[in-house]
């Protein structure tokens, strides 16, 4: 059984910063791609970032590209996603997510595994 739990969301003013926090499983987390997703009321998931099992990273230009920084801690079978400068308009649940592929599609029913995601709210 795969468990995604993320961590770290919360409320932050309009400039600020935080660090959301996703474990998993080893077997997980030593073989798929992992990546973070957002969904804000009223929208779809939409991609965020994505990492490799190699450590090879993407971002999607809108969602945070330049101010959002994802990582893994293989020794904690944790993936990090860094947010600097958050605005509004990030405000979404944010979600953990872990696919078999290297080449994973940005399109959110692709994915295998999913956490029950972390809500941000970032104020004006």
């Known amino acids: 059984q795969v468990h995604l739990v993320e961590s770290g969301g919360g409320l932050v003013q309009a400039g600020g910063s935080l660090r959301l926090s996703c474990a998993a499983s080893e077997q997980i987390f030593r073989t798929y791609s992992m990546g973070w997703f957002r969904q804000a009321p009223g929208n779809d998931r939409e991609f965020v970032a994505g990492?490799?099992?190699?450590?090879?990273?993407?971002y999607d230009a809108d969602s945070g590209k330049g101010r959002f920084t994802i990582s893994r801690d293989n020794a904690k079978n944790t993936l990090y996603l860094q947010m600097n400068s958050l605005k509004p308009e990030d405000t979404a649940v944010y979600y953990c997510?872990?696919?078999?592929?290297?080449?994973?599609?940005?399109?959110?029913?692709?994915?295998?595994?999913w956490g029950q995601g972390t809500q941000v709210t970032v104020s004006s």
């Open positions: 990492s490799t099992s190699f450590g090879e990273n993407a």
């Open positions: 997510a872990a696919t078999q592929s290297t080449y994973y599609s940005r399109t959110w029913p692709d994915w295998d595994y």
